[in-house]
């Protein structure tokens, strides 16, 4: 017995080493992560807001993870070729997505059928920044409030005009979202650039837009425009004399705001994608990051993943419910 002894307890030892080895690879690997440089393909174009606030992290966050960040612009096809290109990439965390978390919460409901599938084909990390929408009309517009607007929509149903900078995006699903809560009908104009609506809307060709502090904020500087509230639960500190939705005479809790988020593939360890979320969410609290979200007008909204889903699959059937009542198709 005494010679077998060392052996059964050198067996015992063996199988507790592979049994922590079997369990150990998710965190090891997010412990080790990244390995290599690191590559984060976006659906948004050069210059845009987006992709310089993302090429603003990227730079902090080589610094973190000791790797280079790598910021690969794929704009166009309402995201569809930022997508196609990240579910060519290997699932070991070494590429991101960094796109308009429409993609996975108003998307599903606009076309009959996706080249992706929104909940499968993708795993959520965090979002990175959200931008709210101001209300904004001519500067010599006669609605005064919220509440003018929407008297002027009920008075004359379909007259009341605003506009976009595109079928299905937010300014249109935010308008849409406010016809529905107010019960009013009014006509939309979709224009191709963001430029000509805002123009448009200045010289009173349309009544009203949404628009952001970067998109409409120039001709609201000029004097040109007039924000004439915000769609969000309070004010914003960099706006403080305009005054929210509600506060404006419209519906209560009224929010039109979009984000964009940064998503992994499927088999990424769980551990890994927590680890750039937690990254992400300290690099937030830094005192330049949040100066330079301030300075682009948006807003933290770092999340964990678990937050993230939820956030998400909240999102989706609020559009629903809009998407539906507006009858807007993009297929």
Not at 27 to 39: D, H, L
């Amino acid at each position: 017995m005494d010679d077998i002894k060392p052996v059964t307890l050198h067996r015992r030892a063996l199988m507790r080493a592979f049994a922590v080895a079997c369990l150990a690879p998710a965190g090891a690997f997010a412990q080790t992560f990244p390995a290599k440089p690191v590559r984060v393909i976006t659906s948004f174009p050069a210059g845009s807001g987006p992709d310089a606030m993302l090429r603003f992290l990227a730079e902090r966050l080589s610094r973190v993870w000791g790797q280079n960040v790598i910021v690969d612009n794929r704009p166009g096809g309402g995201g569809f070729i930022a997508v196609a290109e990240m579910r060519k990439a290997a699932p070991d965390g070494h590429t991101l997505l960094h796109i308009d978390g429409l993609n996975f919460t108003a998307a599903p409901h606009l076309y009959k059928t996706l080249p992706y599938d929104p909940v499968n084909d993708l795993r959520p990390i965090t979002p990175l920044h959200a931008g709210f929408f101001f209300i904004a009309v001519s500067a010599t517009s006669p609605w005064r409030t919220v509440a003018d607007l929407i008297a002027a929509a009920r008075a004359t149903p379909g007259q009341v005009t605003y506009g976009s900078w595109q079928v299905g995006s937010i300014a249109h699903l935010g308008a849409a979202a406010l016809e529905t809560a107010t019960g009013t009908r009014m006509n939309h104009i979709p224009f191709k650039e963001t430029s000509q609506l805002y123009t448009a809307v200045a010289s009173g060709e349309v009544g009203w837009a949404f628009g952001s502090p970067a998109s409409a904020g120039p001709l609201q500087r000029a004097g040109k425009l007039r924000f004439m509230a915000l769609a969000a639960q309070q004010r914003l500190s960099t706006y403080p004399d305009v005054p929210t939705v509600a506060e404006s005479g419209g519906p209560a809790g009224f929010e039109t705001t979009s984000w964009v988020g940064l998503f992994g593939l499927p088999g990424v360890p769980g551990a890994t994608l927590a680890r750039i979320s937690q990254d992400i969410a300290q690099l937030m609290t830094e005192p330049e990051v949040r100066a330079k979200l301030v300075d682009f007008g948006y807003v933290s909204q770092a999340l964990t993943p678990e937050q993230t889903v939820a956030k998400i699959e909240q999102e989706r059937a609020r559009y629903g419910v809009t998407v539906r009542n507006a009858a807007i198709r993009l297929d």
